[in-house]
């Protein structure tokens, strides 16, 4: 390895986060960084990586783009901006044409690279960023609702797909739009909750939409449990849009969205449920 890629003015050596999960490819760069006079951590899954981010701190991140299980280098970039917002972020991926690269750069990211690159380049671009530091990148800036609003579509499309994967669900026959009708609506009325945020241990607003949902619901079939268990993911892929949107979100309001997020879809679940067993008593008086 020709010594051009080492650094040799004495400092404090820089600090970087490698996360891979080819560990070829982690062993190989470890080897480069820490020739070129950097210490090095490795990863080999988002959640690995994030247990790094929260307990030690970086310089650098150096994470590829695209990695198997939840989550990807995006959310790694993310969770590093909001728990060391001064670390360089460097996204590296196989593929030339880049396109998510090129949205991790405008959004993210403060370089993207592609692989394989020369140990001398890698060194270069690590040492002129850390140089230029991370001033004037763009900040993630939507808040919760912004995204649910954007994604509800998108969001009723994962629900439908996990509730059609449920054998007990789908043994009440109903169309697309049947099972999905209240949906829209609940969106709006989340993304009004969130933008018109309770006060803790506020009494969530009455749904008009969630009573006529749970006097459908008992029409078309359904019992209480299936009621529990749609709803409860309901909540699963509210969840998954906020995840694959982590590297938009407004870190200072997500914690209070999420929160809101689990009380209204409660609230009107409750709601539902009420004026559910209020029509079974109702069948059970006499004639």
């Not at 959310?75 to 991926?93: E, G, L, Q, W, Y």
């Not at 200072?252 to 679940?269: C, F, H, P, Y």
Request: charged share 20%.
């Amino acid at each position: 390895m020709p010594d051009a890629i080492r650094d040799v003015t004495p400092a404090i050596k820089s600090k970087v986060l490698i996360v891979d999960d080819d560990e070829t490819i982690r062993t190989s760069l470890r080897l480069i960084l820490e020739y070129g006079d950097f210490e090095v951590e490795t990863a080999a899954s988002v959640n690995d990586a994030l247990k790094l981010i929260g307990s030690q701190v970086f310089d650098v991140l150096l994470s590829d783009l695209h990695m198997p299980g939840a989550g990807d280098g995006l959310t790694v970039v993310s969770a590093m901006r909001h728990s060391n917002p001064a670390a360089v972020t460097i996204i590296f991926s196989g593929f030339p044409e880049m396109k998510e690269a090129a949205a991790a750069i405008l959004l993210q990211a403060d370089e993207i690279l592609v692989k394989p690159m020369a140990p001398a380049v890698l060194i270069q671009t690590i040492r002129e960023r850390l140089k230029r530091g991370t001033a004037g990148r763009p900040r993630p800036a939507e808040n919760v609702a912004t995204i649910l609003e954007q994604s509800t579509q998108s969001t009723i499309d994962d629900w439908l797909m996990r509730v059609e994967l449920e054998p007990h669900l789908i043994n009440v026959p109903l169309s697309t739009e049947e099972r999905g009708a209240h949906l829209p609506q609940l969106f709006r009325d989340l993304v009004y909750r969130l933008r018109n945020p309770l006060p803790l241990g506020t009494r969530a607003l009455v749904s008009e939409s969630a009573t006529s949902h749970g006097l459908l619901r008992r029409e078309q079939g359904y019992s209480a449990a299936m009621m529990v268990e749609e709803s409860r993911m309901l909540q699963v892929s509210i969840f998954q849009t906020l995840q694959n949107n982590l590297f938009r979100v407004d870190f200072s309001l997500l914690l209070v969205g999420v929160m809101a997020i689990a009380d209204e879809v409660d609230s009107q679940l409750a709601q539902a449920m009420a004026s559910y067993i209020s029509e079974s008593k109702v069948d059970l008086l006499p004639a």
